[in-house]
């Protein structure tokens, strides 16, 4: 089994910046993709930011040129540097990962962190 843990959520005013970060722990064989979603109240959950192993990425278009994924293979960590924050960011934030635990690729999901932009 996997697990999920995120860090760094919390209350910011706009404009202002705040780091996630999610660590990956279990029997962990490979993890491929890594990634953010994130899930406002009445919305469906979306992808924010993913990055593969080798260090490719992909950004919502909303949050390309503000936020920036970048994981730690070592430590099996994810992060997400969120800059410029809107009020429209707020959510709460997945991190998700497609790891192999020894019985092949699967996807796993930590239980989210709240972030919240005021106005």
């Known amino acids: 089994q996997v697990q999920l843990v995120e860090f760094g959520g919390g209350l910011v005013h706009a404009g202002g910046s705040l780091r996630l970060s999610c660590a990956a722990s279990?029997?962990?064989?490979?993890?491929?993709?890594m990634g953010w979603y994130r899930q406002a109240p009445g919305k469906q959950r979306e992808l924010v930011a993913a990055?593969?192993?080798?260090?490719?990425?992909k950004y919502l278009d909303s949050v390309k040129g503000r936020f920036t994924t970048s994981r730690d293979n070592a430590k099996n960590t994810v992060f997400l540097q969120m800059n410029s924050l809107r009020p429209e960011d707020t959510a709460v934030y997945y991190c998700?990962?497609?790891?192999?635990?020894?019985?092949?690729?699967?996807?796993?999901w930590g239980p989210g962190t709240q972030v919240t932009v005021s106005s």
């Open positions: 279990g029997s962990i064989v490979s993890i491929n993709a």
């Open positions: 998700a990962a497609d790891a192999d635990a020894g019985w092949g690729t699967s996807e796993y």
């Open positions: 990055i593969r192993s080798g260090g490719a990425t």
